[in-house]
Structure formats: structure tokens, C-alpha cells
């Protein structure tokens, strides 16, 4: 489902238009307590690890999800990836493949059948929280440090797809987003779940060498959370003088490319977006345009690997 988030879903407080939408908010609340009621098969050929949210778009799933592959490809297991097909989440995919094996279906128990079928020992799912037809080993809902839960109602009157107390059905709270302080919203999850395992993680970049800071780059992105790639590269000591906000998951064209290289020449400014962007752009539009490459560095990696080992 994509939807076009309204600026009051993050405010810090729900204003009236979230309270006059509380009432829609009952069917979503009535499904989610019938999929409470479905039980899902449990698997024995192979262990799966769900990283998923109940906030809509941003969380960071995605390069968790591809670290997590990376990870327990050290430790010597036979790993897979696997995504929901949606025609619009190309980028995605694409970003996945290149970087693990990725099994990609219009339904996530197919994939699945593929990956056991291929003797995968461990298959990560980049989203399916709310998919109660599969049995997860490992349960992880994500959280962007910028967002937090907005303002903490459900969809449509606020960005959750659940109310935040089901963390309690999660094995393990995951804050992704740039390098900050997270304590308060720390605090608040263990408000609901004072035992609930929290790691925390921050993008590194890996290309930052090739970059002037002298220069003055404009920046432009079509991601869920556009603010952690601007406060990352404002962490960076990078000269931003314009950026340019499109949707997630946004297909390019030869205008928004022509409007975008245009505008930094008369601004004198190099171009600048995020790896998940770039990818979608074609060799053409690609000139004089740069990527920040990323990588998800995790606190107290070790601790995560051992609570993995210790549910798979």
C-alpha cells in the first residue's frame, strides 16, 4: 500500500484533525484483532527472521535487513532474502539483489517454498510483520529515530498499523536512523515493555572520502525518511544548499532529471542522493549525479548476534 504521509501524522502531539479521524481507525483496529486468530504453520526445514514496523514507510527495513544477511553469512549460514513483489518498490528489489540472494513473489509463502526448495537455512523477510500466515523464529519491528511513532495513532489518524503496546509480540525493538542520542525514546518503548531487547544502529559512510566539503551539493531523494539522509550528510560537515523531497519509491523521469541537474548548475552545486536512488537511474541520467554509499553500523553487534544464535 503506498501512502503519502500527511504532515500531522509526525506532529509531536495528535492535533484535532488525528481526533476527528479516530473513528476509521476502528476497522483497522477490528483486523488486527482478527489476525490474532490465525495460526500460522509452524516450519521446520528451514528459520525465519522478519524485519518488519508498524510505522508506516521509513524505518530503515530495508539495510537492516541486507546487514542482517551479512551478518549471519559470517557465521557461516545459508541465507536468503525475501520480499513481498510490488511493481512500484523496484528500487528496493534491486538494491536487495544486488547485495544478497533474494527471492521476490506476489506471495511470501511461494518465496518461501522456493527458499526451502533451495535448502536456505535461514530466510530474513525485508517486512511481512502483519503476514500471520508465516511463522517467524525471530520477530523484529523497526523504528526510525526521527519519527519515533509520531504521533501515536493508527492509520488514518496517525502512521501506525498497530497500536505501539504490540511491541509486546515482538522479540526485539530495532532505532534505526542517523548517529543520536535515542534515551527518550528508549524510555518510552519500555514504558509498554520494560524487558524488551533495543538495539540501536546508525548509518556510516563508506564513500566519504570522494566528497569536497567545500563544494556545495544539492541533494535530492525519493526514500521513506529523507530526513536521516540529510541529517547524515549534515553530520558529515556537508555544504547542503538545496534539496529536493520526492516520494518513496519515486520512478524518475527526464524532466525531474533535467529540473534537478538545471537547478544545481545555476546554483554551482554538485548532485548528491542516496544508493537506493541512484539505482534507479539510467546511465544517462546518471551523469554528473553522485551516491553516498552507506553502511548500517550496529551497537553492541555482538549482543544481537548472540540473541540471534540463541532463537535460531
Not at 240 to 254: A, G, L, T, V
Not at 285 to 291: K, L, M, N, T
Request: charged fraction near 25%; charge should be positive.
Amino acid at each position: 500500500m503506498k501512502i503519502k504521509k500527511p504532515y500531522f501524522w509526525d506532529l509531536q502531539k495528535p492535533s484535532i484533525l488525528s481526533y476527528l479521524l479516530l473513528p476509521l481507525t476502528i476497522p483497522v483496529i477490528l483486523n488486527n484483532i482478527l489476525l490474532n486468530f490465525r495460526y500460522p504453520k509452524v516450519l521446520k526445514n528451514i528459520k525465519t527472521i522478519c524485519i518488519g514496523n508498524i510505522y508506516i514507510g521509513g524505518t530503515g527495513k530495508t539495510p537492516l535487513t541486507i546487514k542482517l544477511d551479512q551478518i549471519l553469512k559470517k557465521l557461516n549460514y545459508n541465507t536468503c532474502v525475501i520480499k513481498k513483489f510490488y511493481s512500484n518498490q523496484n528500487d528496493e528489489q534491486r538494491l536487495i539483489k544486488n547485495k544478497a540472494k533474494l527471492y521476490c513473489f506476489k506471495k511470501r509463502s511461494m518465496a518461501l517454498n522456493s527458499a526451502i526448495n533451495d535448502n536456505i537455512e535461514v530466510a530474513l523477510f525485508d517486512d511481512g510483520l502483519q503476514d500471520r500466515s508465516i511463522s517467524y523464529n525471530i520477530k523484529f519491528v523497526c523504528f526510525n529515530n526521527e519519527k519515533g511513532v509520531g504521533n501515536g495513532f493508527i492509520i488514518p489518524a496517525g502512521p501506525l498499523r498497530e497500536k505501539i503496546k504490540s511491541i509486546n509480540k515482538y522479540d526485539a525493538v530495532f532505532i534505526n536512523g542517523a548517529q543520536k542520542n535515542n534515551d527518550n525514546l528508549i524510555k518510552y518503548f519500555q514504558k509498554y515493555n520494560r524487558n524488551i531487547k533495543i538495539f540501536e544502529t546508525f548509518y556510516k559512510p563508506m564513500n566519504i572520502g570522494k566528497f569536497n566539503n567545500k563544494d556545495k551539493y544539492l541533494i535530492f531523494s525519493g526514500i521513506g525518511n529523507p530526513d536521516t539522509f540529510k541529517e547524515t550528510l549534515i553530520q558529515c560537515n556537508f555544504n547542503i544548499c538545496k534539496e529536493m523531497r520526492f516520494p518513496d519509491h519515486y520512478q524518475y523521469n527526464k524532466n525531474d532529471i533535467n529540473k534537478i541537474k538545471s537547478t544545481a548548475k545555476d546554483l554551482g552545486s554538485k548532485i548528491l542522493t542516496t544508493e537506493k536512488d541512484y539505482i534507479k537511474l539510467n546511465k544517462e541520467d546518471a551523469i554528473g549525479i553522485d551516491y553516498l554509499g552507506v553502511d548500517l553500523s550496529i551497537k553492541n553487534e555482538g549482543d544481537l548476534i548472540n540473541f540471534i544464535k540463541s532463537k535460531i
